[in-house]
Structures are given as C-alpha cells and as structure tokens.
C-alpha cells in the first residue's frame, strides 16, 4: 500500500488508472470501514482509501482535537484489507487557504434530522467529498448506509453536478446482538454497551408494523421515542421518511427508511433500517 501525504503524490500515482474506486473515512476504523472496502474491491482494479479528519463538518461546540486518531492501526487494517493507495493530508494539504467555496445542500435535505441537530454539518461533508472526488477522480466511491443522510446527501450532490461517479451503498455492518459498529461504541461503559442495541430493536419494531400494513407513522415514532425514554435514552429522533430525500412520505406505498437518534448517557447513537 502507497501512503500518500500530497495531492501531486496521489494524483501522480493514480495517473493512467481508468478503475480505481473510492472509501473516504476519518480514520479510526472498525470492521464497518473494512467492508467498503471490501465491496469497493470487487467492484474495481483498485481501491483509494483517504483518512482525512475535516475540520468543516464539525460544530464549534465539537471537539475536534478530542477526535480519535489511530493512524498506524489504521494504515495496518487498510493494508490488510487489500488498499493500493492510501491519501492521507494534512489540514494544510486540504486547506492551504480557508475554503471561501462551499456545497450547499437544499435546506430540506440539509436542515432536517442530522442536520437538525448538527447545523453545518453536511456542508462540511459535502465539500470535503467533493474535494476528495476532485483529487482521486474515482469510477465509483463506496459509503455506508448507517450515516443515510449523508449518503442521501452526497448521491444528490453527484447527480445535481453532474458527476461521472457511481455512488454504491453498503449495508450496515452489525454487532451479532444487532448494534451498528461506529467508532462512537467505545466511548460507551460496559452497561451502556448492554443497553445500546435497544435502539436498532426499536426502529425494528417500527419497521414491522410498517409492513405490516400500519401507516400511523407519527404514532409509531412516538411510540420508539417513549420506549427509549423509559430506558434512559434522550432520542433526538425517530423518523419514517422516504429513502430517495428523506422527506415525509406521502403514501405508504413510498420507499421507506426508518430513522434514530438518541444519547446513551453521553455518547450520541444513530442507526436506521429500510422498510
């Protein structure tokens, strides 16, 4: 695996490849990061990995010096993995000046659920995805369906701007008692982690009824909502929205993702499940 500090590396590296694919992270990586780039794997002649820690997509209330950065166990999954290239800048690589051009999601894509809660937040992504797509010039990039909004968000992006980049969707990789693998895990204490799966059983619950023909959605939601309060959670939201622009649906013959998000003490868990 080539580790690659410079866009002029990258690029030089990369000049001449036709089928290379994508997996933008932040590092720290777990088994869910893995699994891109697994697909991304069987679906190209090689995989670019980027560990990029973005400044843009984090509130000023965030601590973005707290994040976890573990670049050598990093470099040593991703190489294991099968990764050719590894783009790996610094802040000053990535912003040599500060970034006066931004993307913009809509406000209804951008201002709902996440967004809600992080304002800013998917603008940060947005443009940093679309800075990473400028300098990797991918075929096709691979995210995880566990941060949906995001993926929502970054699909519209290719396909309003025109992109020539395949967007794929990976499944969500699960802990066997059902709780979604995210770095945010091992803030948890041992009791938390006992009690984090309730999430992802309480959007399976929603979803059952759902195609068990219920369409009370507003009921459903608040029902997951009460059951995590009951169990010392904070829910931020639990939301049935449509899979294509996360907006409410109109029918319940619409493509259907059920959405969550709540505190466990004070780590922030978020997962979905499509109906």
Not at 34 to 50: F, G
Not at 209 to 217: C, E, P, V, W
Request: net charge negative; glycine share 6%; with cysteine.
């Amino acid at each position: 695996m080539q580790v690659h500090t410079s866009i002029a590396s990258l690029r030089a590296a990369l000049a001449g490849s036709r089928d290379h694919a994508l997996v933008p992270t932040m590092g720290n990586l777990h088994q869910g990061h893995i699994a891109l780039v697994a697909r991304a794997r069987q679906l190209s002649d090689a995989v670019v990995a980027t560990i990029f820690v973005n400044r843009l997509q984090f509130r000023p209330t965030d601590d973005f010096d707290a994040y976890p950065r573990t670049f050598e166990q990093d470099c040593a999954k991703l190489e294991t993995a099968g990764v050719a290239h590894l783009f790996a800048p610094s802040e000053n690589e990535m912003y040599p000046q500060p970034q006066a051009y931004h993307v913009v999601p809509p406000p209804d894509q951008d201002g709902i659920l996440e967004g809600e809660f992080r304002p800013g937040h998917f603008r940060g992504v947005a443009t940093v995805v679309l800075k990473l797509f400028h300098i990797a010039m991918p075929r096709l990039a691979v995210f995880g369906k566990k941060d949906y909004q995001q993926l929502m968000v970054i699909r519209n992006m290719v396909r309003d701007l025109n992109l020539a980049i395949e967007i794929v969707a990976e499944d969500t990789v699960r802990a066997p008692d059902g709780l979604a693998l995210s770095s945010r895990n091992g803030y948890l204490s041992a009791q938390q982690r006992a009690e984090a799966p309730r999430l992802q059983k309480c959007l399976a619950i929603v979803r059952k009824s759902i195609l068990g023909g219920d369409s009370d959605f507003e009921r459903l939601e608040r029902e997951a909502m009460v059951e995590l309060r009951a169990s010392g959670w904070i829910p931020d939201y639990v939301a049935v929205r449509k899979k294509l622009d996360l907006q409410l649906p109109i029918s319940h013959d619409s493509e259907l993702v059920v959405l969550g998000a709540a505190l466990l003490g004070s780590t922030r868990l978020i997962d979905n499940l499509e109906v």
